[in-house]
């Protein structure tokens, strides 16, 4: 009993803390029953003269397989993300297309559909990567540490959740909190940049690396490019500043990095005072 809650906290520990069936399943029977299955090849033979063979009906070729969700290729998953999401008038839109859409596998490990929290009316707005276990439990972005953290840098700025919107580039939690794919991220990429389009932000905040180079295309790492503004152009054209830093579970794990964030934030401030004056 001891061993199995040992194996347990070491699975959680790792991030593994979400079945993906009801029930296990052992792949090792199945690997077995299929070999067992399989008769093994006959000896290779000698092939007789065609014209000795008695003309045989062939035997008839394997079915195509159905066409599944699985098998839709990844480009045309891209093309139907990008249909869609172009289509969306208003982010309630997009968030029903987004909900509708199955192109993206991420959807059938998560909960929920983890789309925004906040004011969409906001002049701000912070992108993060990807929902952790709380948020795809309640389907809004950044409740857990990471959020509560989060929460508290907003009120060192004179923010809080009605003053800010708030979004992540993958709105579906990776089984175990993996980093999303390059895969997953092209295919949701049109949802998140129509969402940024539709909320129409004055400045973006991108928590972490991955928001960084999704918004910006940047090839440096996070903790280059934090601090300086950089520019996130929309589909239209539209140009947003953006200010990269460092992500709240980051900063949870190294407190002493909190001061660079601190700085960001403040030129984050300073920025939104002169935008409203
Ligand atoms: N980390 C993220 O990047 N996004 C969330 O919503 C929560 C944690």
Redesign the pocket.
């Known amino acids: 009993m001891s061993d199995l809650r040992e194996l347990l906290h070491f699975y959680a520990e790792a991030g593994v803390d979400t079945p993906l069936e009801d029930v296990p399943v052992n792949r090792f029977s199945q690997v077995e029953a299929k070999r067992v299955a399989t008769p093994p090849a006959a000896p290779a033979q000698r092939a007789p003269a065609p014209q000795q063979q008695p003309e045989r009906p062939q035997p008839s070729q394997p079915a195509p397989a159905p066409l599944t969700k699985a098998s839709v290729p990844d480009d045309a998953k891209i093309a139907m993300a990008r249909q869609l999401a172009s289509g969306a008038a208003t982010l309630d839109e997009l968030r029903e297309q987004l909900g509708a859409f199955d192109g993206c596998n991420l959807k059938f490990t998560a909960k929920n559909l ?1 789309f925004a929290d906040g004011n969409p009316n906001a002049s701000i707005m912070f992108v ?5 276990r709380e ?1 795809d439990l309640e389907g809004v ?2 409740i ?1 540490r ?2 509560q953290l989060l929460d508290r840098m907003f009120t060192a700025i004179g923010l809080d959740r009605t003053s800010v919107y708030i979004a ?1 580039t993958i709105p579906w939690r990776p089984p175990g909190n993996r980093t999303p794919t390059p895969l997953e991220t092209e295919i949701c990429r049109p949802f998140f940049e129509r969402q940024i389009e539709l909320a129409n932000p004055k400045l973006l905040v991108a ?2 690396g991955p ?1 960084a180079k999704a918004l910006t295309n940047a090839t440096e790492g996070i903790l280059r490019l934090r601090g300086n503004w950089k520019t996130h152009v929309t589909a239209s054209g539209i140009e947003i500043p953006v200010m990269p830093t460092l ?1 709240p ?1 980051y900063l949870l794990r190294n407190a002493a990095q909190k001061r660079f964030a601190w700085r960001d934030f403040v030129s984050v401030k300073m920025r939104l005072r002169a935008l409203a004056e």
């Open positions: 983890v993060g990567e990807a929902p952790g948020e972005p950044f857990g990471s959020g992540n928590l972490g928001a992500h579970a």
